[in-house]
T-cell receptor, first 115, second 109 residues
Framework: GAGVSQTPSNKVTEKGKYVELRCDPI?????LYWYRQSLGQGPEFLIY????????DSGLPNDRFFAVRPEGSVSTLKIQRTERGDSAVYLC?????????????FGPGTRLLVL | SQQGEEDPQALSIQEGENATMNCSYK?????LQWYRQNSGRGLVHLIL???NEREKHSGRLRVTLDTSKKSSSLLITASRAADTASYFC?????????WGAGTKLIIKP
């Protein structure tokens, strides 16, 4: 079906607020990744889901960041007490089985701006 | 942390010319992938080359891999204005992709 979708496409919030970013992967893809990309940089790994479970969350920068994937499809990245340094494009990608040996399918990203 | 480094950081060429971008990485890999990104948004997969391959072609793209030098190159032949984008290499580390900072390619009409 359709590719990976992410909502919202843009989010502006104030420092200290809570935000949720949503990723809708390709149907049937068991693996889902979240990345963060700052201006002029490559994507930086945040968390990897295999099905419903977080197989690796070592990239989450601190405990203000949390992600869930309760039914093994849609995932939500949650950021509490946002800081200006959280401003970035948050990218989601999915692939069929998991593992970096496959082609990754990326969503268009959510551009987060924390004022 | 980023494993790959693309070179050059920026490249500006005339339409119709060939564009070559290089990528170096630090650790052993199983495969290396190249992606294109327009306007800082979603990445589009271009080509995957496995560690036992030396060269791969896809349309106007040619990728080489030299595992002894831990480097790869992406050649775009007969460039078009639509090729203007940032290009990233990514290498695998277990189930993660580790990315370089990218090469910003501008094709002048």
């Amino acid at each position: 079906g359709a590719g990976v979708s992410q909502t919202p496409s843009n989010k502006v919030t104030e420092k200290g607020k809570y935000v949720e970013l949503r990723c809708d992967p390709i149907s049937g893809h068991t693996a889902l990744y979240w990345y963060r990309q700052s201006l002029g940089q490559g994507p930086e790994f945040l968390i990897y889901f295999q099905g419903t479970g977080a197989a690796d969350d070592s990239g989450l920068p601190n405990d203000r960041f949390f992600a869930v994937r309760p039914e093994g499809s849609v995932s939500t990245l949650k950021i509490q007490r946002t800081e200006r340094g959280d401003s970035a494009v948050y990218l989601c990608d999915s692939c069929l089985m998991g593992g970096a040996r496959e082609t990754q399918y990326f969503g268009p990203g959510t551009r987060l701006l924390v004022l | 942390s980023q494993q790959g480094e693309e070179d050059p950081q920026a490249l500006s060429i005339q339409e119709g010319e060939n564009a070559t971008m290089n990528c170096s990485y630090k650790t052993s890999i199983n495969n290396l992938q190249w992606y294109r990104q327009n306007s800082g948004r979603g990445l589009v997969h271009l080509i995957l080359i496995r560690s036992n391959e030396r060269e791969k072609h896809s349309g106007r793209l040619r990728v080489t891999l030299d595992t002894s030098k831990k480097s790869s190159s992406l050649l775009i032949t007969a460039s078009r204005a639509a090729d203007t984008a940032s290009y990233f290499c990514a290498t695998d580390l277990n189930y993660q992709l580790i990315w370089g900072a990218g090469t910003k390619l501008i094709i002048k009409p």
